[in-house]
């Protein structure tokens, strides 16, 4: 006896839109690392302590 077999799809998304640091001075550097699996992306590299992205990962 076989039983129905049935795909389903998750879409991810994860939306990393900005970030506070402490630090001493403005001279701190800050990127997000997203790794699922075997799937890793990157944002750009942002510079001081309230870093911005407009980067969308799916």
């Not at 402490?22 to 800050?30: G, I, K, M, T, V």
Request: some cysteine.
């Amino acid at each position: 006896m076989s039983s129905p077999t049935s795909t389903a799809s998750l879409l991810l998304c994860v939306l990393v839109k900005s970030g506070k640091i402490q630090a001493l001075d403005n001279e701190c550097y800050s990127y997000v690392i997203l790794k699922i699996d075997n799937v890793k992306s990157t944002t750009s590299v942002v510079k001081g302590q309230q870093p911005k992205w407009e980067q969308e990962f799916y």
